[in-house]
């Protein structure tokens, strides 16, 4: 049974910083695209960065080069390091990881205010 934990979330002012962590169990980072999603009140789930098997990373715009995914292969986790928060980033995050489905954790609250 494939499950997926994240935890990192909280409350950070705006310019501030926050690291979310996924770990798996019942299935490898390593072996499949993951990354994270988000999705902000009354909005849908939207894609915010992957990590490719290979290491290929993808940004959504509006996060390039304030958000930095990685994958640590020996924890079986992923990380998703997020600077210069901003209030329009306020959401809750969702890990994913992609095989013949979409595998998802149970979510993480990001809220950017002062």
């Known amino acids: 049974q494939v499950q997926l934990v994240e935890s990192g979330g909280g409350l950070v002012e705006p310019g501030g910083s926050l690291r979310l962590s996924c770990a798996a169990s019942?299935?490898?980072?390593?072996?499949?695209?993951s990354g994270w999603y988000r999705q902000a009140p009354g909005k849908q789930r939207k894609w915010v960065a992957f990590i490719t098997s290979a290491g290929t990373t993808t940004y959504l715009d509006s996060v390039k080069g304030r958000f930095t995914i990685a994958r640590d292969n020996a924890k079986n986790r992923i990380d998703l390091q997020m600077s210069s928060l901003k209030r329009e980033d306020t959401a809750t995050y969702y890990c994913?990881?992609?095989?013949?489905?979409?595998?998802w954790g149970q979510g993480t609250q990001v809220t950017v205010s002062s």
């Open positions: 994913n990881v992609l095989t013949g489905r979409d595998w």
């Open positions: 019942g299935i490898f980072f390593s072996s499949y695209r």
